[in-house]
């Protein structure tokens, strides 16, 4: 995770979930992907998460939501934008994603809490309009 303060404006933000079969992998294989999108102005940050056998699916997918409320809480303080952020996953990491985008789905239409963001900052982006993950 590479700062951004002293840039003046909140940078966009690419939350990034590594593939590996799930038996493999580290956020470290994102280095590259942050590398390049740094030049545009982008930070990346990897999540990790435990493979198997340490951990199946579901744990897995737990990792990972751990992985975005950190993102989500934290951020700003690096110099992202916690209202731009967008979710990437590759493999694995992209299923593990996907579950997760569902799972908060689901929660999201029986009404029940989101757990990437505070009440007020998801009803101020209700209001706005702005979707988020």
Known sequence: L?????KGEKVPVVIAVMGGA???GHRAW????????MDFGVL???????NFPFAYV???VE???????????NIEAYGGDRNNIM???????AHLSALLLLEHSLLEARGEKERWQSPSSTIARRASGTKVL
Not at 44 to 50: A, L
Request: proline letters at 2%.
């Open 22 to 24: 799930w038996v493999m």
């Open 2 to 6: 590479a700062s951004v303060e002293g």
């Open 63 to 73: 990792d990972v939501n751990r992985g975005i409320s950190w993102v989500f809480n």
């Open 87 to 93: 979710l990437i996953g590759q493999s694995a990491g």
């Open 58 to 60: 579901p744990e897995m």
């Open 44 to 50: 990346v940050i990897g999540v990790d998460y435990r």
């Open 30 to 37: 994102n280095a590259q992907l942050g590398l390049r999108l």
